[in-house]
């Protein structure tokens, strides 16, 4: 039995080998090119007129209606899905996509930002984790899915939501692989802001340094148990505590009390070329994940959380004034 996103990208990479280059790059009939524009797409500088250098806008429309994206917010309501996109930004690419005519907060459905990013140049990839040499990424600067009409409490809400998920957080994902694909790079790489993004992100993806995957294990594990809202504003406050982490060099042991921690986002990478598939299941990278999430322990300060849950109720519910938009689940 094969889960649900195997499924998905078994679906999608029949539809891709359906879907020919002219269908995803002819220019639509009313964008006109300048000589300014061809002399920008042959030399590389000047106004873009391509997503991330391959999709017109038409064809980004007829991949989105072909993969069922645009079928998906029929059914949650939106009849009307368009796309909009920036192409100004030379270091990122954005898509967005509204329900109808309205550009407006209250329309935005899908908020995605991408590039390209090679080992050569490190900046480019933003990681501080080396790669293996020659590696291109599709890189994953900004996701955002929201469902604004959804009702919902405050107090149900992740970190960083505005408004719910829209439900469609798999086919996205995979529909992001299917893109890195059709550009022939060699994976995807996020850097999650809240945890609850790197959960979603982790059925595909890996940390690049083996500590970090380790130490990301060892959380997933030991709030399986627990609802996901509460894991995600728990680290959110500051209320996650590590214990039985290993001693430092030269360290004491004080390393082994419980001590609060901060998630601070690393660089995931879903591997497509061997060679990046290689770093992750070199014995060397597995065995440090293995150990450090086999010496690691995480709990919640019960205390702690109460106290965070409690402000925040008195202050009537998760105060939006500093919630930024966020990936769904």
């Known amino acids: 039995m094969f889960d649900r996103i195997t499924q998905i990208e078994r679906r999608f990479k029949r ?10 790059q002819y220019l639509d009939e009313d964008v006109e090119l300048t000589e300014e524009d061809l002399l920008g797409e042959l030399t590389g500088r ?25 079928a998906l917010l029929r059914e949650r309501g939106y009849e009307d899905p368009q796309l909009e996109w920036e192409l100004t930004d030379m270091a990122s690419h954005r898509l967005r996509i509204y329900d ?10 899908v908020d995605f930002a991408a590039h390209i990013g090679s080992a050569r140049n490190a900046s480019s990839v933003g990681c501080n984790e080396p790669l293996p040499d020659r590696i291109e990424l599709l890189v994953i600067d900004w996701l955002m899915l929201q469902d604004p009409r959804r009702p919902s409490g405050r107090e149900d809400l992740l970190p960083g939501q505005r408004h719910p998920g829209l439900g469609i957080g798999k086919e996205i994902g995979v ?16 850097t999650p802001a809240w945890y609850h993004n790197a959960l979603a992100y982790s059925s595909r ?16 594990r030991d709030t399986a148990h627990l609802p996901l809202l509460k894991v995600a504003w728990a680290v959110e406050w500051g209320c996650l505590q590590i214990v039985d982490a290993p001693p430092a060099a030269g360290g004491g042991a004080e390393n082994a009390r419980p001590r609060p921690v901060t998630w601070e986002g690393r660089c995931q990478v879903w591997a ?7 770093h992750f299941r070199n014995p060397a990278y597995k065995g440090v994940r293995d150990a450090v999430r086999d010496s690691t322990r995480f709990v919640i300060d019960e205390a702690c959380f ?22 769904e689940q």
Do not use: W
């Open 15 to 24: 539809i891709s080998e359906n879907l020919r280059p002219f269908d995803l």
């Open 175 to 190: 529909l992001i692989g299917r893109i890195a694909h059709r550009l022939k790079l060699d994976g995807c790489m996020a």
């Open 306 to 327: 109460q106290k965070a849950f409690a402000q925040h109720a008195r202050a009537g519910g998760l105060d939006d004034s500093g919630i930024e938009p966020g990936s």
């Open 100 to 109: 109808g005519p309205d550009r407006g907060p209250a329309n935005l459905l």
């Open 272 to 278: 497509f070329a061997p060679a990046l598939v290689a």
């Open 205 to 220: 993806y890996s940390f690049l340094a083996p500590a970090v995957e380790g130490r990301f294990r060892a959380l997933r």
């Open 46 to 70: 000047g106004q873009a007129t391509r997503f991330l250098g391959y999709y017109s806008r038409g064809g980004i429309t007829r991949a989105l209606e072909a993969y069922g994206i645009y």
